[in-house]
Each structure stands twice: as structure tokens, then as C-alpha cells.
């Protein structure tokens, strides 16, 4: 398998954290890619242009980073990180709906505030933040949802609080949620938490 990624990507560190704690990462050849290059592939292999995108051995590409989280997680004989049915599939999928829907809005963020000054809307910045904000109350309010066994909802959620240090180091989420710090402080200690923390590259 051939994994198309970007070393900053908060989506593909959740695939990375996946073949980490499943022991796929080995059988994984990293294809590093830059989705923003014009002259860049991906979109012959990725309609949508993105990554991650895992490439199967006879050719089929699967993309994003849901589908590609829960095929790795077909491929081994340990314990699931999608519950196969029940409440307990339901309350982690909502779990990765919501750090899913905060890397949105913090990419959003993101790309908005790199825009030249005069086209920039910090309405949607502001819009953005609100989403994150909410996101991050329910997850404080719920945060017994986060002290179960590992699952793809708890990956998602602990690569959003990553990511919004890593992008957005100003915004002081810590302040307001500090039941969800300390649980990100505990979770961040994971070694496949450790080995992929994003950098920008020198």
C-alpha cells in the first residue's frame, strides 16, 4: 500500500496514528505530496484532490481520511477502533464527526487568515471559530465519552487539539475546557501521539 500525505496534515496524522496502533505502519509505503504544487498528480489518482489518499495494492485509491482509518482497521486481528455495531459505533463515529468538523473549521481558519488582507472575511474567520468553540463545550461537558478504550473518535479528537496548537497557537481553548486539556495532555502522551506531531518543514 502507498499512502499519499503531507507531513502537516491533521488528516493524515489520523491515518498515521491508525497504522500505528493497528502495526500496519510498516506495510505502508509514504508517498509525500503536495496537494497545492499545480504541477502535483494527486488529482489522477484523487478526484477530490487531497490527501490522504491510500493506493491499494492492485490500484484502487480510497480517500479521505474516514474511509481510509476504517479499512486499516479491517486489516488486523486487535481491537477495533470502529465498533462494529451499536450504541458504541454510533457514540465514536459521533466522536470523529466532531474532531473532524473542529480540523474543518480550524483549516478554514487557516486558509482564510492567509488570504491578502483585502479579501480576507473575518466574518467566516469569526463563524469558524464559533463552530470550534461549541465543538470543544460539548466535548468538556461530555468528556466522560473520551475515557473509554482507544477508538477513531478519540485519534480524531486528540489530532484536532493538536492541530489547533500547531495552527492556531494563539487561540487559548485550554482556558475554558480544562477537563478537555487535561485529557489531551494524558493522550498526547500515546507514542503514536508523540511520533506524529506535525512540524513545518525547515
Not at 500500500?1 to 500505528?20: F, G, N
Not at 493497528?22 to 477530490?48: A, C, F, K, Y
Not at 481520511?65 to 488486523?76: A, I, K, N, Q, R
Not at 473518535?153 to 480544562?178: K, N, Q, T
Request: hydrophobic share 40%; with cysteine; proline share 7%.
Amino acid at each position: 500500500m502507498k499512502l499519499r500525505y503531507s507531513p502537516t496534515s491533521p488528516y493524515v496524522r489520523k491515518v498515521s496514528i491508525v497504522a500505528i496502533e493497528t502495526g500496519l505502519d510498516s506495510r505502508i509505503e509514504h508517498v509525500e505530496t503536495n496537494v497545492w504544487d499545480p504541477q502535483t498528480d494527486i488529482g489522477g489518482t484523487n478526484p477530490l484532490g487531497k490527501v490522504p489518499t491510500l493506493i491499494l495494492d492492485d490500484g484502487t485509491a480510497l480517500f479521505d481520511s474516514p474511509v481510509v482509518c476504517e479499512y486499516l482497521d479491517s486489516l488486523h486481528d486487535g481491537p477495533r477502533l470502529f465498533p462494529a455495531a451499536g450504541d458504541a459505533r454510533w457514540q465514536t463515529l459521533r466522536l470523529q464527526a466532531l474532531g473532524d468538523g473542529v480540523l474543518d473549521a480550524a483549516v478554514h481558519v487557516v486558509v482564510e487568515s492567509r488570504r491578502e488582507e483585502s479579501l480576507r472575511s473575518q466574518g467566516w474567520i469569526e463563524r469558524q471559530k464559533t463552530v470550534i468553540g461549541r465543538a470543544l463545550d460539548v466535548l468538556e461537558e461530555d468528556i466522560e465519552a473520551l475515557q473509554g478504550d482507544l477508538s477513531i473518535g478519540l485519534i480524531s479528537v486528540g489530532c484536532a487539539l493538536g492541530y489547533l496548537d500547531f495552527r492556531l497557537p494563539d487561540e487559548p481553548w485550554r482556558r475554558d475546557h480544562p477537563a478537555l486539556a487535561d485529557w489531551f495532555e494524558a493522550f498526547s502522551e500515546r507514542p503514536s501521539m508523540a511520533s506524529t506531531i506535525p512540524a513545518d518543514p525547515s
